[in-house]
T-cell receptor, first 111, second 116 residues
């Protein structure tokens, strides 16, 4: 089975940096995704990691360590519009495409 | 279409009634997924289609839930004898298919189902 853990809530200040952690225990691994979800809206894709290391995309970066079952999403230069839930999701191994989502981390950005 | 379209956006029904939720995926996407999301939770997997066939329906909670995708494009999630516990947002996502390395899922805005 799949087990994904991430903090329930976080608060950070506008302009600062925040790191959202995700740990997972899965029967197989074929990629980890981060999605952003504003209240009442659809999840939108942020990043994808399948190999160890850091992937950078503008203000957002995502890191993966497969041996530790660990990922983080790093948000720099926080803006008020970054207030949202951030979902960590893991895809199982092989050609199987099922993705399991964590419960999400609700980030509040304050002035 | 430009994105994943779900209709209706909101559905209110009475306990015991039958409902259908529709998903129109991104044109050309062969994979389609249904999820259920309750307040404060992440999306919970229900079923995954590759083309017309259900590749994995292990997330369907019971036999009141059924989904079809007869022509490999539009999908319908059907819920019989609705119960109050079925109230949630039902999300649909599509992706290019298993042959693509990232095979990113793109989500629709969801259908908010309320069972009274």
């Amino acid at each position: 089975g799949q087990n994904i853990d991430q903090p329930t809530e976080m608060t950070a200040t506008e302009g600062a940096i925040v790191q959202i952690n995700c740990t997972y225990q899965t029967s197989g691994f074929n990629g980890l995704f981060w999605y952003q979800q504003h209240a009442g809206e659809a999840p939108t894709f942020l990043s994808y990691n399948v190999l160890d290391g850091l992937e950078e995309k503008g203000r957002f970066s995502s890191f993966l360590s497969r041996s530790k079952g660990y990922s983080y999403l790093l948000l720099k230069e926080l803006q008020m519009k970054d207030s949202a839930s951030y979902l960590c999701a893991v895809r199982g191994s092989g050609g199987y495409q099922k993705v399991t989502f964590g419960t999400g981390t609700k980030l509040q950005v304050i002035p | 279409g430009a994105g994943v379209s779900q209709t209706p956006s909101n559905k209110v029904t009475e306990k015991g009634k039958y409902v259908e939720l529709r998903c129109d995926p991104i044109s050309g996407h062969t994979a389609l997924y249904w999820y259920r999301q309750s307040l404060g939770q992440g999306p919970e997997f229900l079923i995954y289609f590759q083309g017309t066939g259900a590749a994995d329906d292990s997330g369907l909670p019971n036999d009141r839930f059924f989904a079809v995708r007869p022509e490999g494009s539009v999908s319908t999630l059907k819920i019989q004898r609705t119960e109050r516990g079925d109230s949630a947002v039902y999300l649909c996502a599509s992706s290019p298919g298993g042959g693509y390395p990232k095979n990113i899922q793109y989500f629709g805005a969801g259908t908010r189902l309320s069972v009274l």
